[in-house]
């Protein structure tokens, strides 16, 4: 017996059912984007090692345990790309598109060998932006205000926006020294992957979810301390201008990100009703990666928002829990019928954009039909058989509804099914 094969642990696939969640954050989505006048660039889902481990950090988790990481036959060291980020930035370089300030967006699969639970896969998807050229806190403030737009057009009321600043390189280090002298002198208490991140990356953990550590980071030195004028400026802004825009924000000082390349602002919008994976939107500046990865000096912000988490957050929305039924399913009675039915289905398609209309195929009894026409979740069935064909006419049986079953001429069939789609458009 053959033995029956399976998707890989924490890769899942996108089902009929589910997919129209996904279709409507992309639309919402794109229409933000596209408000905001973002370019798409596409990048492949496999790149160098080297660039992940100069980028996200050799010290970081990612790079150490969650990448998926092989030796082509080439004997090259390929990844599959845990993030988006530092494949924009290596074709921002690559193909030369750093000569003036770009905004741009992207959108795919990333790839990470992490324990599979809710809301966190080993193939999750992203959508991202990324800003090059503009060093300002009105940049920033321009990336929330976009991401804001996205969690309105989904009719998602329940995030928080939470922000903080890293500072600059250099205020981080002396930040970085007076953090680690202070946990050095609670060793006892720190967990086991706190006392492995301590010489590695140890603002990481101040981002722990153990409750056991949650004593220790409120005891910890806070960054805004180590503040310079410039920093501490350009972050001031930033919340003012939020503020000016209406934006609801909490200042976060434990907010640290988990990449290397981060610096200046960062945020994240939360929800709660994911437990423990509540973060479905992340960012912030990175001003030294382009250099870092072989380009010139050139200040960068940008941020990544989670499908998978955003999904679940809009399937719990009673509104939204069905995906779209077809607006007519087209029932048709004899073989005559059936090759007039197929023609008069692209005649409606052809003038009705939007329109969901499913044409029964393969045969089967009136009855039959009826049966799958209900089962497909059409609002209507549309009959089509010899009587029809002989007084160029077509019936309207409603299958959601009390309205009452009708026979229309053919040629008042467009404008019947017009009403209907704009009642029912998706998404």
């Known amino acids: 017996m053959a033995i029956r094969i ?38 492949p889902i496999v790149e160098l090692t080297d660039l992940f481990k100069r980028s996200i950090g050799e010290a970081t988790d990612i790079v150490e345990k969650e990448m998926y990481s092989f030796a082509d036959r080439n004997g090259d060291d390929l990844t599959l790309r845990p993030e988006g980020t530092a494949s924009c930035v290596r074709a921002a370089i690559e193909n030369g598109l750093l000569d003036q300030p770009r905004r741009f967006w992207y959108q795919g699969p990333m790839f990470r060998h992490e324990r599979p639970q809710k809301g ?53 280090a002396r930040y970085r020294a007076r953090l680690v002298e202070y946990l050095r002198g609670r060793f006892e208490q720190l967990d086991e992957d706190s006392r492995r991140r301590l010489e590695t990356n140890p603002l990481r953990i101040l981002d722990s979810k153990n409750p056991t550590m949650a004593e220790v980071i409120a005891g910890a030195p806070v960054l805004t301390d180590d503040l310079g004028e410039d920093s501490r400026g350009h972050f001031e802004r930033l919340c003012q201008g939020l503020g000016r825009a209406g934006v609801t924000f ?79 399913y087209l029932i048709t009675v004899g073989e005559t019928a059936q090759v007039h039915g197929l023609a008069i289905a692209e005649q409606m398609r052809d003038a009705l954009p939007g329109l969901r209309l499913w044409v029964h195929c393969g045969g089967g009894s009136f009855k039959s039909q009826f049966k799958k026409a209900d089962r497909s979740g059409a609002r209507y069935a549309l009959v089509l058989g010899p009587d029809e064909l002989a007084r160029e006419a077509i019936g309207i049986k409603p299958l959601r509804s009390d309205e009452p079953q009708q026979t229309l001429p053919l040629s008042e069939l467009t404008a019947y099914l017009a009403a209907r789609v704009a009642a029912h458009p998706y998404p």
């Open 6 to 43: 399976q998707a890989i642990r924490g890769m899942h696939d996108i089902l009929p059912g589910q997919i129209h969640h996904w279709q409507r954050i992309e639309q919402a989505a794109r229409g933000a984007l596209d408000a905001y006048a973002y370019q798409e660039l596409r990048t």
């Open 120 to 172: 966190r896969y080993r193939q999750f998807h992203q959508i991202g932006v990324e800003v090059f050229g503009l060093e300002g806190p009105d940049i920033d403030q321009e990336v929330i205000l976009l991401s804001r737009r996205i969690w309105r057009a989904l009719g998602i009321e329940d995030l928080e926006l939470q922000i903080n600043t890293l500072g600059s390189s250099d205020e981080r």
């Open 250 to 328: 909490r200042v976060n000082p434990r907010l640290v990100r988990g990449l290397d390349y981060y610096n200046r602002s960062v945020f994240e919008w939360v929800s709660t009703a994911l437990g423990a994976q509540g973060t479905v939107c992340a960012g912030g500046r990175y001003d030294g990666l382009v250099e870092q990865l072989g380009g010139s000096p050139t200040p960068a912000v940008g941020f990544a928002l989670g499908m998978e988490r955003l999904v679940a957050l809009i399937a719990a929305q009673p509104e939204t829990a069905t995906g779209p039924s077809p607006h007519g």
